[in-house]
């Protein structure tokens, strides 16, 4: 009788965040297999911060582009740039990027499968069998581990099943176009429209990636006209007549969830545990972060068998990041609302502090506490913008 084969761990969903957690526990030595469906690209801007790049050794060859500033347009089509002083935002193409983050993974030791996640069942014997569909023969299949990580998106279907609350997820609904990028489109600067036409409640973009460029727009209203707003974008900033190469859509988490494991053998990652920072949308450096917390948390569990271990990735996460995200959460909810709001939002994104401890919380990813006076400014400013009592330039 052949011995049934038990891996340590399944990671289900081979992007960034699972692919980072596959990576982290074969290079720990653990046994894995990453389950990945395979052809599917998330909508993403692609924008990466420093702090990424020196966490994860990203390599120079996956960078497409570095912007070096934002521009920023208001309802009114008025116009602030935020250029960045000593810094980048590094830009990524996820079609090749979340493929070379997997490799990765096979190398450090991972077993690649190909197919699409259907559900789990258990054995009484302390393991977990996760069913997909293979991708190449169509037939339900399975593998049994000791511990499961889901990283399988917004949508996530292991959250659904195992996670208390795991279906309920707020999101934001997000559509872009990869195009061939004209001659004349800034290739150093983001480009970010607050204009309702283009989105009621977040924003429009367009982001370089080097030979191509990202131009897409998100809602949280369902319904919005994602594509016809994007063909609106593109006309009016003269990119109606660019190739498109591809087109994505799909929904992104803006809020974490409650829980992320089940209090047994199953924890969450990435969009799954909806890791993406409110009001930028920011999603790949979280993504990859909470990879290595969940992977963190898989490891105490292998080790110890306390189930208990599995709550560690949420807690460590949010004690370094929470803040973060609460604060964001409040300035999407009050300055996203209304034309008026977001003209004054972006009067506030012309002040030099701003601009500066902007730019160093997103390159750094931690709230910049060094410069008091500068933040008690920039307190008195948005007081006066929120009274009414400021001038709007």
């Not at 969903?13 to 690209?41: F, H, Q, Y």
């Not at 060859?61 to 521009?71: D, E, Y």
């Amino acid at each position: 009788m052949a011995v049934r084969a038990v891996f340590d761990a399944v990671v289900v969903g081979g992007g960034p965040s699972g692919a980072t957690a596959a990576e982290a526990l074969a290079r720990a030595g653990r046994s894995v297999v990453l389950l990945d469906r395979d052809g599917r690209i998330k909508p993403c801007g692609g924008a990466i911060p420093p702090r990424l790049v020196r966490d994860f050794a990203i390599p120079d060859t996956l960078i497409v582009a570095r912007a070096r500033g934002a521009r920023i347009v208001a309802p009114s089509a008025r116009t602030v740039d935020m250029p960045i002083d000593g810094g980048y935002v590094g830009m990524v193409d996820r079609e090749h990027f979340d493929e070379a983050l997997r490799k990765r993974a096979a190398r450090a030791g991972a077993e690649r499968r190909t197919g699409t996640y259907d559900h789990i069942t258990r054995r009484g014997d302390g393991t977990v069998t996760v069913h997909y569909r293979d991708r190449q023969s169509d037939v339900l299949t399975s593998v049994d581990a000791r511990v499961v990580i889901g990283a399988d998106g917004a949508r996530s279907q292991v959250a659904r099943q195992e996670v208390p609350g795991g279906g309920r997820v707020k999101c934001v609904f997000a559509y872009h176009e990869i195009i061939d990028t004209p001659d004349g489109i800034a290739d150093d600067r983001c480009d970010v429209y607050y204009q309702r036409d283009l989105s009621p409640d977040f924003y429009a973009w367009i982001f370089p990636h080097g030979r191509t460029a990202s131009v897409g727009t998100g809602s949280m209203q369902k319904g919005f006209p994602l594509r016809q707003a994007t063909a609106a974008l593109r006309e009016r900033s003269g990119l109606s007549g660019a190739a498109t190469i591809r087109c994505e859509g799909a929904p992104i988490p803006l809020k974490p969830l409650k829980r992320w494991d089940n209090g047994r053998d199953v924890v969450l990652a990435g969009d799954a545990a909806g890791t993406v920072a409110p009001a930028s949308g920011e999603g790949i450096y979280y993504a990859m972060v909470g990879g290595q917390m969940a992977a963190d948390a898989a490891l105490g569990f292998l080790e110890t068998g306390d189930a208990r271990a599995l709550a560690g990735a949420r807690k460590t996460f949010m004690k370094a990041h929470g803040r973060v995200f609460w604060v964001l959460g409040i300035l999407q909810a009050f300055w996203y609302t209304t034309d008026r709001r977001r003209e004054r939002f972006v009067s506030i994104c012309a002040d030099p502090d701003v601009q500066r401890l902007t730019w160093q919380s997103y390159m750094n990813k931690e709230l910049v506490r060094s410069d008091p006076l500068a933040h008690l400014r920039i307190f008195l400013k948005d007081s006066a913008h929120l009274l009414g009592l400021a001038r709007v330039r």
